[in-house]
């Protein structure tokens, strides 16, 4: 059997991409309406994400060396849960 990787895109470069386990970064944190938005749906989870950081509202949290005080971290994983 074949095991899928759900991934979503963020940017023009292959390796720009964001896995369900990949750390996201909202300095002003997440906002409430994207977890409505996600409504328990992996896929979709992913894709807000994406958005998110391509319209610079977030950024992976591995272009940081150290994340700051502020904000919140969370992933497409967590999203969907929630």
Do not use: N
Not at 32 to 59: F, P, S, T
Not at 67 to 81: D, F, K, S
């Amino acid at each position: 059997m074949r095991k899928m990787q759900i991934t979503a895109r963020y940017g023009p470069c292959p390796e720009e991409v964001l896995l369900p386990d990949t750390r996201v970064f909202f300095p002003d944190g997440v906002p409430a309406a994207l977890r409505e938005q996600a409504r328990g749906d992996l896929r979709r989870a992913l894709h807000l994400l994406a958005d998110c950081v391509r319209k610079w509202d977030a950024d992976p949290a591995d272009v940081f060396e150290s994340l700051p005080e502020w904000g919140e971290v969370i992933t497409a994983a967590e999203l969907a849960a929630s």
